[in-house]
């Protein structure tokens, strides 16, 4: 049981009484090794969500894209990856780091989910040893279809400071969609489930709420809809706050990546919310080669 669940999920499965469900769910599911599924996935899709940690232990959720087939895998316990983070990007990877990654093909929802620990890297790449491989049902995700575009070349990153900029505040205010990078706080490389993870939420345009008071730092209330009752974020956040959040202009190609302290809400009037406030953040402008189609919302969605 301690190799699949730790402290975080397991009190929040115990709050809501599932706990016995979800650890006889959980020890079928989370495997140390890819299934074939979950191999086919990674290695026909153009994009990769990471998540890791910075050198003062702050999380961080980025994209890495790339010709399908960037991504392979030699064995069921190996995950080649032929990109790395661009510059300007707040995460730099280093051996033995964990990072969580997740495969999404938003065109049929599919989503699978991979911990690891980062055992090689070089000028091209990088290899993660899988230290959990699960899925992730389909709730939330808006279908739209990428497709390659040319750029020019990416803008220099702008900084963000804990206050957002009026274009960050219309990305945040507009979006569909959102990944979050969150950890236990000892995270550490081959380590089980004490390790860094990133997720996805979706909603209907405008589901974050933005508050601003004075001259105090700008609070994201995201909605926590509800999924399959893993708690892997939560969890996370219930033992150390820090997060990061990643917004993507599906049309520019641009990224807003924020780093700061979540803090799960049970008393929202419309149910429970993370309550995320900004301490620091980049603007990369143009940084994927890619755009979507419009969306198709998730028919878990109303409102």
């Not at 402290?7 to 499965?13: D, H, I, K, T, Y």
């Not at 860094?196 to 609070?219: A, E, I, K, Y």
Request: aromatic share 6%; net charge neutral.
């Amino acid at each position: 049981m301690s190799s699949t669940v730790h402290q975080g999920e397991r009190a929040l499965q115990q709050r809501l009484g599932v706990h016995e469900r979800m650890a006889e769910v959980m020890g079928q599911v989370v495997r140390n090794a890819m299934p074939a599924q979950h191999i086919e996935l990674f290695e026909k899709l153009p994009t990769l969500l990471v998540g890791g940690l910075d050198t003062q232990r702050r999380p961080w959720a980025t994209v890495l894209s790339g010709w399908p087939g960037f991504m392979h895998a030699p064995d069921a316990q190996h995950l080649r990856v032929e990109a790395l983070p661009q510059a300007g990007d707040p995460l730099s990877l280093q051996i033995n780091m964990p990072l969580g990654l997740l495969a999404l093909e938003p065109q049929t929802r599919r989503r699978n989910r991979l911990n690891g620990t980062l055992v090689a890297l070089d000028s091209h790449g990088f290899t993660l040893q899988v230290d959990q491989s699960f899925g992730n049902c389909p709730k939330y995700i808006q279908a739209r279809v990428p497709r390659w575009v040319q750029r020019d070349k990416p803008a220099l990153a702008k900084a963000e400071s804990a206050r957002l900029s009026a274009a960050a505040l219309q990305l945040v205010r507009g979006a569909d969609t959102l990944f979050i990078a969150s950890a236990t706080p000892h995270a550490r490389g081959h380590a089980g489930a004490e390790g860094v993870d990133v997720s996805h939420r979706g909603g209907l345009p405008g589901f974050v709420r933005v508050t601003q008071h004075d001259d105090g730092p700008t609070v994201l209330h995201i909605p926590d809809y509800r999924g399959n009752q893993f708690f892997n974020t939560l969890g996370n956040l219930l033992l150390n706050p820090r997060a990061g959040l990643l917004f993507i202009d599906h049309h520019s190609g641009d990224l807003l990546q924020l780093t700061g302290d979540a803090a799960l809400q049970w008393d929202n009037a419309e149910g429970r919310e993370i309550r995320f406030t900004v301490d620091s953040g980049v603007w990369r402008a143009g940084a994927l080669p890619l755009e979507w189609s419009a969306p198709e919302f998730s028919p878990h969605l109303t409102g």
